[in-house]
């Protein structure tokens, strides 16, 4: 099979087109012939060796991705070939107390496919059989591999770990990145007023187009004034961070029982500044690491909006 090759850390010259082994799927594993695949700023953190620095080379980038099953292993029962599929990412072991608890993304052994294990720039790609779901028939194969990487993200700060509910206001942070565009569409999904805030009136426009009910360009030094007025002198209810930035006491309300501030954080392996606990964070364990979880997966899928 053709798949792009990083044999080197560094910027996109280490990345080459090569001739690969066709990869064969084992017990409960599927093997899907690729339709399409998202790039996310993940695959550039792991070229440059910012992410996974010991990771062996060569090595296969992409975490997203969308296509048809091809084949599958012994004991697989949800797939046939044919049918069409959208990837998640976050792998897992499956038997620890974590994983039957529903918390695989804090599975011992979690990985993330293209940063741990060969990835989706290619023509084919192998997985465990509960890594895939059924392609919504109302999205292309392109707006499926754009899905699932932010999306599982942003489901879990907006819902598990901020709990968003109708009536707050919720401030999103950066509505230029895939996380924020996600994070967008999930707290109106669940009945939020939307703060957005990006760097250029261009993003802006398109935060608008998204669902934000107001914005504000942060690169205005009295933006945080601007949030308050926004929000009648209270602050934001709810916070979704990506960036680290040490904002939170100027745009947040006093926390009240389930509110707060979720962050991602920076790649593994690299160093950014974290808000610290305020009225307005909340404690551990919401600042687990809010990446890919299956539980999440088809109701994620389900919250993003067709053309946006």
């Not at 084992?26 to 093997?31: A, D, F, H, I, W």
């Not at 049918?83 to 011992?108: K, Q, Y």
């Not at 993330?112 to 465990?128: D, M, N, S």
């Not at 707006?143 to 699932?148: D, R, Y």
Request: contains cysteine; hydrophobic residues 40%.
């Amino acid at each position: 099979m053709r798949a792009v090759v990083m044999r080197a850390r560094g910027g996109p010259e280490v990345l080459e087109v090569a001739d690969l082994p066709v990869p064969e799927p084992g017990p409960k594993e599927v093997r899907v012939r690729l339709k399409a695949a998202a790039l996310n700023h993940l695959d550039v953190w792991v070229r440059k060796g910012v992410a996974s620095p010991k990771l062996p080379l060569p090595h296969v980038l992409g975490a997203d991705g969308s296509g048809v099953v091809d084949a599958v292993g012994p004991g697989v029962e949800g797939f046939a070939p044919g049918d069409e599929v959208v990837i998640n990412p976050g792998l897992s072991c499956g038997r620890c107390e974590r994983c039957l608890a529903g918390e695989d993304n804090l599975c011992p052994r979690y990985q993330i496919l293209g940063e741990h294990r060969h990835g989706t720039y290619a023509e084919y790609v192998v997985l465990p059989e509960a890594n895939l779901a059924p392609k919504p028939k109302n999205l292309s194969f392109e707006e499926a591999a754009a899905i699932p990487l932010t999306f599982l993200t942003a489901w879990q700060m907006v819902v598990d770990k901020l709990g968003v509910r109708p009536g707050d206001d919720v401030l999103v942070m950066a509505a230029g990145s895939g996380v924020s565009v996600a994070a967008i569409q999930i707290a109106k999904l669940f009945g939020a007023r939307v703060i957005a805030t990006a760097g250029s009136e261009d993003k802006l426009r398109r935060a608008k187009a998204l669902g934000a009910d107001e914005t504000v360009n942060y690169t205005h030094p009295d933006w945080p004034k601007e949030v308050r007025r926004l929000t009648g002198g209270k602050g934001a209810d709810k916070v979704v961070d990506h960036t680290g930035a040490l904002y939170f006491e100027g745009v947040s309300r006093p926390r009240r029982t389930g509110d707060g501030s979720p962050s991602p954080g920076p790649p593994r392996g690299t160093r950014a500044p974290c808000p610290s606990p305020t009225s307005s964070t909340v404690s551990s364990p919401s600042w687990a690491p809010p990446w890919p979880l299956k539980a999440a997966f088809s109701p994620s899928c389900a919250s993003w909006r067709r053309g946006s």
